[in-house]
């Protein structure tokens, strides 16, 4: 296995394969430059964990003050085994507020984009993303959103995220000059995907869609706001409300009917 222990410090693979385990501590388990991609492949035995002392898990970016980066897709894709981030805002204010080496992740997310255009494909992944904060108990799983390189106003993440037999907890986080296209469908074994958060919640992002397939679902945490749904159920009876929790889904400025748990 690959372990890395010190404060910021990452396992940083910006091209290539991986199928071993991966340990970061206080650091990103992964980082992506650019044009970049790295794929992680498993029988059930690799596992990724990023540990409280940074703000996100997996980075996905783009740098133009590094040489030996270069802008285009950035790309990370995962199938089999698990991920683990943890950093949690209840105990570790600084999961809380965000780094500020980033000047981006407040508070703390599983996955961060900036300043690139990224694909993330993730297929049959254990994922525990424990990221909660005194406000939200669901945490973050995505932010797309402006790092402090790159040019002012369109330093923003443009993200396509595709889960494919994956079960997500967390938000996702959308600044006004970033963009997220989500998918959630069902693997060859027909085993749904699902999300319990929201989505733009701050109603702030760009272009924001989901895409559902007909047996994945959507647990909504409170209130959000897409630019497009797509979803192959008509009666939209597979997104529903967390239990307990006053919820609406707006589209393109529009609320819509939900189905009830």
């Known amino acids: ?15 290539g394969t991986v199928g071993t385990t991966v340990m970061a501590q206080n650091g990103p388990a992964v980082v992506v430059e650019g044009a970049k991609s790295v794929t992680v492949t498993s029988t059930g035995n690799t596992l990724l964990t990023g540990a409280a002392g940074d703000d ?8 133009p003050l590094r040489l ?24 570790t204010p600084s999961c809380a507020s965000g780094s500020a080496s980033s000047d981006q992740n407040s508070p703390a997310t599983l996955f961060s984009v900036a300043n690139t255009t990224a694909s993330i494909t993730l297929t049959d992944v254990t994922v525990t993303n424990t990221t909660p904060t005194n406000t939200n108990i669901y945490g973050t799983l995505l932010t797309a959103a402006a790092l402090n390189s790159g040019t002012t106003g369109s330093n923003g993440g443009n993200v396509t995220f595709n889960a494919i037999g994956e079960t997500l907890t967390g938000d996702v986080i959308v600044d006004a000059i970033s963009t997220v296209a989500l998918s959630l469908a069902a693997d060859t074994s027909a085993a749904p995907s699902s999300l319990t958060g929201t989505i733009n919640g701050a109603n702030s992002g760009g272009t924001v869609s989901l895409t559902l397939d ?3 679902t959507w647990v909504v945490t409170g209130t959000a706001w897409l630019t497009t749904l797509n979803n192959a159920v008509t009666d939209n009876s597979n997104i529903t409300c967390a239990n307990g929790v006053s919820c609406q889904v707006y589209v393109a400025g529009s609320p819509i009917v939900i189905g009830s748990n």
């Open 214 to 216: 007909a047996t994945s």
């Open 1 to 15: 296995g690959i372990r890395a222990a010190g404060t910021g410090s990452a396992i940083a693979v910006s091209d």
């Open 68 to 91: 030996d980066a270069t802008p285009g897709t950035s790309s990370f894709t995962m199938s089999g085994g698990s991920i683990t981030y943890i950093c949690d805002a209840t105990g």
């Open 56 to 63: 996100y898990g997996i980075f996905l970016y783009y740098n």
